[in-house]
């Protein structure tokens, strides 16, 4: 006898490709919640800051490192969904000085602050101007918004 013998295996997958089935209609009927359109945001958003210069070492010594570098949030992206898109909020770090701008020390952290208050002033007083300011729109519209620009840039 073989291992399957008695088992109506037609019957087995049948179930298997209602269950599949239902599952399915259930995810399309749902729309996606507010973090997954954040989430979708930040998809759209980072991209255009990778591979960049880093912004710290190209100014102190003039080398350009473009091996893996990410936008760093000036204002963390939990503190302000304001400025959680905005270019100004954005600075291109290296993996180093990303590191440093993250670092645990508050004098790492502060120096790297300094930093940036001298590199980008204008920036920095938008900045501070609107770190409490409430976001006008939801995170969906902000993804509808995002999705229209990046059309447009790619006509």
Not at 42 to 68: H, I, T
Request: net charge positive.
């Amino acid at each position: 006898m073989g291992k399957f013998d008695g088992w109506d295996m037609k019957a087995i997958l049948r179930k298997k490709a209602e269950r599949k089935r239902v599952l399915d209609e259930r995810k399309k009927k749902r729309p996606p919640t507010s973090g997954a359109y954040t989430r979708m945001c930040d998809a759209l958003f980072m991209p255009q800051f990778r591979g960049k210069p880093c912004e710290r070492c190209y100014d102190l010594s003039g080398k350009v490192n473009m091996s893996g570098t990410v936008g760093h949030h000036i204002i963390l992206k939990s503190q302000s969904l304001f400025l959680r898109w905005s270019k100004r909020n954005i600075c291109v770090l290296c993996p180093a000085d990303h590191f440093e701008a993250h670092n645990p020390s508050p004098k790492k952290v502060s120096e790297f602050m300094d930093w940036f208050k001298a590199y980008r002033p204008e920036d920095w007083e938008y900045l501070e101007a609107n770190e409490h300011t409430k976001p006008a729109m939801k995170s969906r519209d902000y993804f509808e918004n995002m999705k229209n620009m990046r059309k447009q840039s790619y006509c």
